[in-house]
């Protein structure tokens, strides 16, 4: 028999955005229950180590000026005005008072820094990262008297008339139902759905692109949201990295896996080079470049002398922040040949071009051509094929030459559910669904383009809907 229950607001996903939006209602005298299918809260959300803000007291402590009005003007020429600019407007103005809000839930931050060359200092690095966020947001929210239930998925949202009035959930086989006066769908994405990737993205999961930091996402508050008239929106939009081999004998922060994103010799399959490397400081270019090539995989080539400039140098391009610019990657050698001694097929050495090529599984012809033109233009300074920065020309002459296999992985989808700037999800006719709304980093998508910048950490003002009267 169903069992029946009553609150204000159900929030689905306990990720930032989701436990964020609950604290928020409930600081608005609202009771709010937060339903997380999985058995710990948080999800991908435990791994972002930052979020961007313009015009914070952070950014003004450090005589910081890019404005609010610069950061749009960037966003929507960066998605060829795609993006929903309403959208765009009001995370922009809203991104201050966030990392305010964040700060008085017991969430530190350790500065404002940049995610690639050039960039303004907009990216908020979290002490912590994003698992001490989550349990900032969590204690909030338990102190202001929000219920956790983890281990609960939400199976359906109903409705009667035009308007939500509940959610119907399962924990061990138990149905119930909890009615409620308005829905925050925070789920995520659709990562782990092997048939939605196929279908909206062309991929094929763990062939061609690899899921990384997601558990059981297969795209369920979309799903119920469609379900209840809501439109589609930015289906097909996959946040994609290159990085280098994965497996439990690479780990994400490991030094093969520091070198393997340096901007120096990148070949596909074939054995040829394929784009200008020095993208790589770029992680959406990159993770677009290596998707074109359906095998799931280019490499990153190096040699000897390489390495120990790496080694007494330091690296070029970092590996999140624990890896910045400057890291020397000491423990190579050690990996590396680690590695090799386990007889891994994501690494490879040998003392001659034509030898690594066959290592590789790559015609050592094409190999040898390829190494030979980019060494040509490593000597003359100038890459007449791809016009890269003659700073990260660097010839490959022996005496020991590396290749490290790299993968086209994915951190999340991006899009499904059609929102405007007050969350409200919207249907088929543009029309808000009285009683639902939608946030995080799933719903950024807004038209197709994903808003750039790292993991997204909005909270939503009250909602006047769902205020205690």
């Given amino acids: 028999m169903e069992r029946i229950e009553e609150t204000d607001i159900v929030v689905i996903g306990s990720g930032a955005a989701g436990l964020a939006a609950a604290l928020t209602a409930a600081e608005g005298g609202t009771s709010a229950i937060v339903l997380e299918k999985q058995r710990s809260l948080g999800g991908s959300s435990n791994f972002f180590e930052g979020t961007f803000a313009v015009e ?118 138990e149905p119930t139902r909890i009615n409620c006066r308005a829905v925050f769908i925070a789920t995520g994405g659709y990562t782990n759905n092997r048939m939605w990737i196929k279908k909206y993205a062309g991929f094929d999961l763990d062939a061609n692109i690899v899921p990384v930091g997601n558990v059981d996402k297969m795209g369920d508050g979309i799903r119920m949201a469609w379900e209840v008239g809501a439109a589609e929106e930015g289906m097909g939009v996959v946040e994609m990295y290159r990085i280098g081999p994965i497996g439990p004998e690479f780990p994400m922060k490991s030094h093969l896996q520091v070198a393997a994103v340096q901007p120096d010799l990148w070949v596909d399959y074939r054995g040829e080079r394929f784009c200008d490397e020095a993208i790589s400081f770029y992680d959406t270019s990159a993770g677009n470049v290596n998707a074109r090539h359906r095998q799931g995989y280019t490499f990153t080539l190096l040699n000897e002398s390489i390495k120990q400039e790496m080694i007494e140098r330091g690296v070029d391009r970092n590996l999140a922040q624990d890896n910045p610019p400057g890291t020397r990657p000491l423990n190579f050698d050690k990996e590396m040949n680690a590695a090799l001694q386990a007889g ?86 543009g029309e808000a669904i009285s009683g639902l709304y939608a946030g995080g980093w799933m719903p950024a998508a807004c038209g197709g383009t994903a808003i750039p910048s790292e993991r997204v950490t909005a909270h939503p003002r009250p909602l006047p809907s769902i205020q205690a009267e």
């Fill in 56 to 173: 914070s007291d952070l950014q003004r402590k450090e005589y910081l000026t890019y404005s609010r009005d610069e950061a749009f003007r960037a966003f929507m020429e960066y998605s060829h005005w795609r993006a929903d600019p309403r959208i765009v407007r009001a995370f922009v103005d809203e991104s201050a008072a966030t990392i305010t809000w964040l700060q008085q839930h017991g969430v530190e931050f350790v500065n404002v820094s940049v995610l690639m060359p050039c960039a303004p200092r907009t990216y908020h690095t979290v002490k912590g990262a994003g698992e001490a966020l989550v349990k900032s947001l969590a204690s909030a929210a338990k102190g202001k008297g929000v219920e956790l239930r983890l281990g609960t998925a939400a199976t359906k949202v109903v409705t009667e008339g035009d308007r939500i009035t509940a959610v119907v959930v399962e924990r061990d086989g």
């Fill in 344 to 429: 891994s097929t994501e690494v490879f050495a040998a003392d001659s071009v034509k030898e690594l090529a066959e290592r590789m599984g790559v015609e050592p012809a094409v190999l040898v051509a390829t190494v030979a033109e980019y060494n040509g233009f490593c000597e003359k300074g100038h890459d007449d094929l791809f016009a890269k920065d003659r700073r990260y020309l660097r010839s490959l002459k022996g005496p020991r030459f590396y290749a490290i296999k790299c993968r086209t992985i994915s951190l999340g989808t991006l899009g499904g559910i059609r929102i405007n700037h007050r969350m409200e999800v919207l249907n088929k006719k």
